[in-house]
């Protein structure tokens, strides 16, 4: 037993070898490019998550910065106008798609409203009183409150028009954002409240100071602040989240990233998720799902719940890290920190597929291997003595393929002759029954001329005899007409000579420019005798819809040696349906359309109307020796040559299409040049 395994071990040392070293690092380099697909991937979405944060951050700033630039224009100027804030504030509004209003708050006390009140009513505004909602939703008379915060301007006002002299006092959030910005000095935004339009957002509150020295707010502290300038309201912008957020992401590179807006802090959303703390679905504010690339409100919609401890124990959505601080980003909102979630979505957990790719590649390399160190020996002298054997059947299938070309060829040359022999036999029975009454007719005018030179210039009775007997004037009438018919089968003789030149081109081996039309017409005028009706069989009716395609490179006797082995083929077809009498509601037709597919390649279709191709005889209409006709009738090679000249010597392609019991078509589709 020993000895036998070390025989074994021994013939295929180099085999094991090979294996273990094969697979071994077909294992190694798939981990490796295992971890660069991570590495990359977490690279790129780090990329993303930056991208998006910026962009977020960017357009918050710029709705911060917008009110303070409209705070400023308060705090510099001592009276602002409707008018000039009309002015000014749609300068601003439209290039901050995301803004859906801006505002100002005046300040009023209690002892102030009615001097307020008359002002605004001076200023155009019929019956101005200081408003609320009660419970319902209706606009009511604001109560007596020791202060007041109403809405003195709001542009665009055709949208806003009834939050003018709405008292912010009534909205406890807004109430304390606006007495955070009185008391610090600083643009603060509201948490999250429903806007005027019912739907989500922020309200920006930038307060406004008056003070005897312009540079005061910048030298002060709060205290000295609050005890040398006087507090005036706040100008405020109003932003939906969604709004905002679209606006944000809509340029950028999302695929393959979810994201979660919370509005709490980023150290409490981090302990909330690891400590469970609270749910997935508290302070949540707004989702975008990859796999959707929408933006949603809903916990439902946004899967929250996979988020939740009890799912995510075997699972971090966060796999890049195992702390969730790695898909954590921050967003600063005016004295307001939102925590934004960034994670993979379900699409991205697909890894590439170079890994396996990789790893299949190395053990298929190292299988392959072993199987032919395995198996070299043994078949080395088999493969040596199957390549002699091959080598002496290919001799012999090229000596049989010349032998069965030039059979083929002497077929088509035959049918060919047969055609000549046909087409020529009629004109020459016009020409040759015609010329015996000529003949008569030039004898009768010669005797008729020797009269009148005896009896001229009086006609005797006898040339009035001889006129009325020969028939003088039905000679004159008959004798263009006859003429006219030699000339006809004059004609024929030529065209069916030109005919047959331009089909005796079979042999040519030369790329030459061929107008193809020119050798659809040669081939149908040599198989005209057959489409010709023929005691009760009816005529064989070729229908030709030619289209417009330039000369083509090709051989030309080759490919009218395949327009006759299809039109043939389709010619039997059609006469073998007439001799069982399928055709006494129809008539035999056989299709030819010639069309440009585009600038490289040209298609012929040939169809007939007869019983069409059964499926298992189309899977061998090109084998060689393949026929369905009767012995001695059909040789099976015409379909094979003519798919061996289209495909080998053009590049082109032999299709056949056909239903059986409705039709058959070949469409040859051939290009436009081909290299000689």
Same mark, same amino acid.
């Given at each position: ?13 180099? %085999?094991?070898?090979? =294996? ?9 380099? %798939? ?69 859906? *209003? ?30 609320? !909602? ?18 003195? !301007? ?78 005036? =309201?706040?100008?405020? *912008? ?8 679209? +606006? ?27 400590? %469970? ?108 003595? +199957? ?39 009629? @004109? ?51 004798? @263009? ?8 089968? =004059? ?56 289209? #417009? ?5 090709? !051989?030309?006797?080759?490919? #009218? ?91 082109? !392609? ?23």
């Amino acid at each position: 037993m020993i000895i036998k395994l070390m025989y074994l071990f021994k013939r295929y040392r180099a %085999t094991g070898i090979v =294996g273990f070293v094969g697979i071994s690092l077909s294992i190694i380099a %798939t981990f490796m490019v295992h971890r660069w697909e991570i590495a990359k991937d977490r690279q790129r979405f780090e990329q993303q998550s930056m991208a998006l944060v910026g962009e977020l951050q960017r357009q918050l700033d710029s709705y911060i910065q917008l009110t303070r630039s409209v705070g400023a224009l308060f705090n510099t100027a001592k009276i602002i106008t409707k008018q000039e804030f009309q002015e000014f504030s749609n300068s601003l509004l439209p290039y901050y798609n995301g803004l859906l *209003g801006l505002g100002w708050t005046e300040k009023v006390n209690a002892q102030e409203r009615q001097i307020y009140e008359q002002k605004l009513q001076t200023q155009g505004i019929i019956n101005f009183r200081i408003h609320e !909602y009660d419970s319902t939703g209706n606009h009511v008379v604001a109560g007596d409150k020791p202060v007041y915060f109403p809405t003195t !301007y709001f542009e665009p006002l055709d949208r806003w028009q009834d939050y003018i002299s709405w008292d912010a006092v009534s909205d406890p959030k807004r109430l304390r954002t606006i007495k955070k910005a009185e008391h610090l000095g600083v643009s603060v935004s509201t948490p999250l409240v429903q806007l005027e339009n019912g739907k989500p957002g922020f309200v920006l509150y930038s307060p406004v100071f008056t003070s005897n020295n312009l540079n005061a707010q910048n030298s002060l502290g709060s205290k000295q602040l609050n005890s040398q300038t006087k507090f005036q =309201g706040v100008v405020f *912008g109003i932003f939906e989240l969604q709004t905002f957020i679209e +606006k944000a992401v809509a340029h950028l590179d999302l695929n393959g990233l979810d994201f979660y807006l919370y509005s709490l802090p980023e150290d409490q959303l981090d302990s909330a998720l690891n400590k %469970t703390a609270i749910t997935a679905t508290e302070f949540f504010l707004i989702a975008y799902k990859a796999d959707t690339e929408t933006l949603t409100k809903s916990a439902q919609v946004a899967k929250l719940d996979i988020l939740d401890s009890s799912m995510i124990q075997s699972s971090n959505p966060c796999h890049y890290n195992n702390e969730w601080q790695f898909c954590i980003r921050s967003l600063n909102l005016a004295r307001q920190e939102l925590s934004l979630l960034v994670l993979p979505s379900a699409k991205r957990y697909i890894y590439s597929w170079r890994p396996a790719t990789v790893l299949a590649f190395g053990l298929l390399t190292t299988g392959s291997l072993m199987m032919y160190l395995l198996i070299s020996k043994q078949t080395m002298l088999k493969v040596e003595h +199957k390549n002699r054997k091959l080598k002496e059947l290919l001799q012999q299938l090229k000596q049989t393929q010349l032998q069965l070309v030039q059979t083929e060829k002497m077929s088509s040359l035959g049918r060919l002759v047969a055609g000549v022999a046909h087409e020529i036999n009629n @004109p020459v029975n016009f020409i040759t029954g015609n010329v015996e009454y000529a003949s008569k007719y030039c004898q009768d005018l010669l005797y008729l001329l020797d009269l009148y030179q005896t009896e001229y210039p009086v006609a005797t009775p006898d040339i009035e005899a001889v006129i009325e007997e020969i028939e003088l004037d039905f000679i004159a009438q008959d004798l @263009p007409n006859l003429l006219n018919s030699m000339k006809v089968g =004059g004609e024929r003789i030529h065209e069916i000579v030109l005919s047959l030149r331009n089909f005796s081109r079979l042999d040519q081996s030369v790329v030459k420019d061929v107008d193809i039309h020119t050798g659809i017409e040669s081939t149908l005028m040599i198989l005209d005798h057959q489409l010709k009706a023929h005691f009760e069989r009816p005529e064989i009716q070729v229908k030709k819809d030619y289209g #417009n395609i330039p000369l083509i490179k090709c !051989y030309a006797g080759q490919l #009218n040696q395949v327009f006759m082995n299809i039109l043939s083929n389709a010619i039997d077809a059609l006469q073998d349906s007439m001799a069982v009498g399928k055709f006494k509601e129809r008539s035999p037709m056989i299709f030819i359309k010639t069309a440009q597919v585009d600038a490289e390649w040209i298609t012929i279709q040939i169809a007939d109307n007869g019983p069409g191709i059964a499926p298992d005889i189309q899977a061998h209409l090109f084998d060689p020796f393949f026929t369905t006709k009767p012995v001695g009738k059909g040789t099976g090679l015409g379909l094979s040559i003519s798919y061996h000249i289209v495909r080998e010597k053009h590049g082109g !392609y032999l299709i056949c299409s056909s239903e059986e019991g409705k039709n058959a078509e070949f469409i040859i589709k051939l290009p436009i040049t081909i290299n000689s």
